[in-house]
């Protein structure tokens, strides 16, 4: 599917749900794309990409930036503390933020190095014991922790189980980051993302609807 079908698909969405149009940001997910896929999409206008990996993201996309101006890099996969500084060199926001550990580390260096991305709490909304993010019931403890430090928290992200019918995941998202007063949905990807906005999704993962299936051999 194009980028361009995708991008009117969004806006009819977003209209759907009585939103602002221009609300929802597309997040054109990378990983695993060779580069002429990437530069495709780059070449078309297109400038909020999302990577899963930072050493993935390292060797990528400080090379694009001497081509494209204005790219948004999103890290929207599990990050490891080691790679924090790492991380907060390359991206414009973290989507992944889902123990006080991490949490902390990011405050560290963001004191040390004047700048920090805006983040995103992850939330295991299905409390799945293999998936990461904060369990529900600890979403109010942990905003309220990373506030106190002083990080730029801007919303919740949730990636709902396989099996699972997404909307009682999306809408539980939904309730927790109003709770808490943050207006950031990271929700939806490319077989959901049309229902994620109608609960109110404001970053929106899409992959393989745009850039075609991935080879992870």
């Known amino acids: 599917m194009s980028l361009s079908e995708i991008k009117a698909r ?3 969405a977003t209209l759907a749900a009585g939103r602002t149009p221009g609300s929802v940001t597309l997040i054109a997910v990378s990983k695993v794309q060779p580069n002429e896929r990437v530069a495709a999409v780059l070449d078309e206008g297109h ?3 999302g990577e899963n990996k930072v050493q993935e993201a390292a060797g990528k996309w400080p090379d694009f930036r ?3 101006d204005g790219i948004e890099l999103h890290l929207i996969g599990p990050l490891q503390t080691n790679k924090a500084r790492q991380a907060m060199d390359l991206a414009q926001a973290i989507h992944s933020v889902d123990r006080p550990k991490l949490a902390h580390t ?3 260096l963001a004191q040390e190095m004047g700048h920090c991305p805006d983040l995103f709490i992850q939330v295991n909304t299905g409390e799945e014991p293999q ?3 904060a369990l529900p019931a600890e979403v109010d403890g942990f905003v309220a922790e990373c506030r106190a430090l002083d990080l730029p928290v801007v919303g919740l992200m949730c990636i709902p189980p396989v099996d699972e019918e ?3 995941h999306f809408a539980l998202l939904a309730k927790m980051a109003e709770r808490n007063g943050l207006a950031g949905l990271s929700m939806g990807m490319s077989g959901d993302f049309e229902k994620a906005i109608s609960f109110g999704a404001t970053h929106v993962r899409v992959g393989s609807a745009i850039f075609g299936e991935r080879d992870y051999s």
């Open 47 to 49: 400038r909020v990409f």
């Open 131 to 133: 998936k990461a993010g």
């Open 106 to 108: 990011l405050a560290r």
């Open 166 to 168: 997404p909307s009682m």
């Open 10 to 12: 969004i806006e009819t």
């Open 66 to 68: 001497k081509i494209y």
